[in-house]
């Protein structure tokens, strides 16, 4: 079930410490002092990427994020959708305290041809509709991109929006698609053609005509 409009399904707790706006060009960069929440690391400090894993986040930072995730999916982002996008590392933009571009990579295991790979599987990219064509989308693929070149053997993801991605190194995957049920890979017919791989090191020399297969998931499998 979807949450509902006023998303109870989050408390609507304060963040929980002070805000100081520093002014960083453009637009200011608020940094929090949570005790809460434990900010990572800012990337380039022009450009105020930030990276936490799910359990790094307090609760109003998912909250923000899962309502970036609904006005920019004009809600059609499942809970099962949310529920794919939590549970690894998260790139993300804020500026002037409002969320404005997200990615996230989630571990999963892909097989291709009988080889496991350990995946880095990116969910949950969006960009706020007022920020967007400003680079931001580009900027947190590009840092999820670089994480799963650094922490797995292979990427992928499911879209539409292939050219976005292609722009960045991803390659569209042009052979079927199963999921791994007990005792059976069954084919995801309705997904082929619209799932998107990064190749390299271990997977860098799989053959993206051949069938691929993923673990099974509610919700969307890819
Ligand atoms: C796709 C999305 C994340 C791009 O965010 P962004 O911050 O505008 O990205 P950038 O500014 O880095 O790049 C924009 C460029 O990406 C390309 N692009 C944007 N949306 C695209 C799409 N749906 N399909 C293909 N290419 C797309 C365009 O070339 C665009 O260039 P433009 O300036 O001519 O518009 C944003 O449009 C969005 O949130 N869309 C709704 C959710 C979504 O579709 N998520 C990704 C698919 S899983």
New binding site residues.
Partial sequence: MRWPAHRTAVPDVPHGGEEEAENSGEAARPRRTCAACRYVETLNPERPLRTATTSELCIAELRQIHELMLL???NDFSDEDWEHTLGGIHFFLELGGQM??H?AVVPRMLEVGGSMFHTGY?EG?????G???????????SAATAHIHATYGFGA?????????E?LGWERWSGRTFVRRVGRHEATPDEDGYVMVLRFGPSADVDTSADLSCDDRPGDLW
Avoid at 125 to 129: F, G, Q
Avoid at 131 to 141: A, I, L, P
Avoid at 157 to 165: E, I
């Fill in positions: 920019a999916f004009d404005v571009s990615a990116v990219v969006a960009t706020h509709p920020f967007r064509s400003r680079g931001w989308g580009s900027d947190v693929v993801l499911g879209t539409s929006s292939f050219s976005f991605y722009r």
